[in-house]
């Protein structure tokens, strides 16, 4: 170290008592031109600090792991982990994780997923057995390798050819499945499925059609966020059949927050969840709350963490509405409360056999802030004004197609009537509306193909051109002023299962 021997660099001189850093030599300004002091770093140096180990927020890789230096750069400290089995590597040039499934947005495509079984009938000890399954749609031009695995074990593996479908029936896990309560935390409780291609997953509960089951769009962990509404369906108290959610943590130490809505607040006590609906629980990585009804209506119900999770909405098994038969199980993903929008075109499905005429359905739009006005195009004669976040408004049985806006967040689910409302066959099913702005131009998707009929709706800015499975798309219907049409296209189910959807502009789509 030498004190006070240097001259100045020339410019504007440097504050006494800065530290400045040239040629690898730290050097603290005696304020006048000069230096009080100079010593050669052996490492790095950093401006304002001196000779470090490292600069503040630089990076390299430790074998799979990105390591970031500290804010005094004397040590490093683990970043993120380059999971090998969703093809990511650890680049030591920009110290990062690369590789196809790195830097994914908030889209449902992803590479990390979480199945997870939910409260359903006794559908395993039936013959022929029904299973639980996962489809994963590979849209890229790249064999997909995924791993599916619960916990520190290896349940499957297995190739996704491009731009193809692959249906994979795993366990049903029965502390999640059986029985009507109470609720539970089941450590281990979800799969996790990995790819290391960007892919869709949906699971199916069961695959196959059978007296009672649903499926859900699977959100990527990408997506996942802190705050999340419940969308269900009432306890049937006649018969003692429950609702429930789920909540799925990512990882270890996530603290679940309950806040049960106006209808929400009776529960099965359990797991840590008081028979108010209210609560905190524990979750590590792969753990499942279920959180079973015993009365009410589970519906807006805020679950809050401190850490991203997956949430579900559903019930056992029940009537839409509970006045007409047959009861069919419901689940769905929950969207974030980050991720919803003001605006929402809904749109009935179709009846069969009569493809040409809609099939009811009940709707219910829900706040997720206090003091929400909602506005119907056309009119839906229903109450638009919601006062507290997790209210909720419900249109009754309706063939109406409408958009639904409001100047705050709200989430709409969409409920299909039971077969003895006269509607044709089929029973009753959930899905949450997509709002426009998370619109896309292509899918790819799974259609189980022994149901008698499948069909995917599809809601289009007015004079999209749009293609299924490569045939163009006609018979467009005008929803009202809005500037979407709807139109309802029946699937070939001579094929595998697999079907794509092309636009010329960003179109949703349902499929059921």
Not at 74 to 82: F, L, Q, R, S, V
């Amino acid at each position: 170290t030498d004190s006070g021997t240097s001259g100045s660099t020339g410019g504007d001189f440097c504050l006494e008592g800065d530290i400045v850093c040239e040629d690898g030599v730290s050097k603290v300004c005696d304020g006048d031109g000069g230096w009080l002091e100079e010593t050669p770093c052996d490492d790095e140096c950093a401006d304002g600090i001196g000779c470090v180990l490292c600069v503040p927020g630089s990076t390299q890789c430790n074998g799979d792991a990105v390591e970031v230096c500290n804010g005094q750069g004397d040590a490093w400290e683990p970043g993120e982990t380059c999971d090998g089995l969703q093809g990511l590597e650890c680049d030591a040039d920009l110290g990062q994780c690369v590789g196809a499934c790195a830097g994914l947005g908030l889209s449902y495509i992803g590479c990390d997923y979480y199945p997870t079984v939910t409260l359903q009938y006794d559908l395993y000890n039936t013959s022929p057995k029904d299973d639980f399954a996962v489809a994963v749609a590979n849209t890229s031009g790249q064999t997909a390798n995924v791993t599916v695995t619960r916990g520190a074990m290896m349940v499957t593996q297995y190739t996704v050819a491009p731009n193809s479908v692959q249906v994979t029936t795993l366990p049903w896990v029965n502390a999640l499945t059986k029985g009507n309560g109470p609720t539970v935390k089941v450590t281990d409780g979800a799969y996790r499925l990995r790819s290391d291609q960007p892919v869709t997953v949906y699971q199916f509960n069961p695959l196959k059609s059978t007296t009672t089951n649903d499926a859900s769009l699977l959100l990527p962990v990408n997506t996942w966020q802190f705050n999340y509404m419940i969308a269900t369906w009432g306890h049937w108290t006649q018969l003692g059949i429950p609702s429930f959610y789920a909540v799925i943590a990512k990882e270890d130490g996530t603290t679940v927050t309950l806040n049960p809505s106006a209808t929400g607040g009776q529960v099965q006590a359990g797991a840590g969840v008081a028979g108010n609906g209210t609560g905190q629980v524990a979750l590590d990585e792969g753990d499942v709350l279920e959180v079973i009804s015993a009365g009410g209506d589970l519906t807006g119900t805020i679950v809050s963490s401190d850490k991203p999770v997956q949430v579900f909405g559903g019930h056992k098994c029940t009537n839409v509405p509970f006045s007409v038969a047959a009861c069919d199980h419901l689940e769905e993903s929950m969207f974030p409360i980050e991720t919803l929008a003001k605006e929402y075109v809904v749109v009935p499905p179709v009846q069969v056999p009569n493809n040409n005429l809609a099939k009811a359905q009940m709707v219910r739009v829900i706040a997720s802030e206090d003091d929400t006005e909602l506005v119907f195009e056309p009119n839906q004669g229903v109450n638009t004004m919601l006062n507290n976040a997790g209210d909720f408004v419900e249109l009754p049985t309706t063939t109406a197609a409408f958009k639904v806006s409001s100047e705050k967040k709200i989430m709409v689910a969409q409920y299909m009537v039971g077969q003895n409302a006269g509607y044709g066959t089929s029973d009753p099913s959930m899905l949450l509306t997509v709002p426009a702005e998370q619109y896309r131009t292509e899918y790819l998707f799974f259609a189980e193909t022994n149901w008698v009929e499948n069909f995917v709706d599809i809601i289009a800015p007015d004079g999209a051109t749009v293609s299924v499975d490569g045939a163009n798309v006609n018979g467009w219907s005008q929803v009202g002023n809005t500037g979407f049409s709807v139109a309802h296209v029946k699937l070939n189910n001579g094929g595998g299962g697999t079907h794509s959807v092309q636009a010329n502009q960003k179109v949703g789509i349902s499929v059921y």
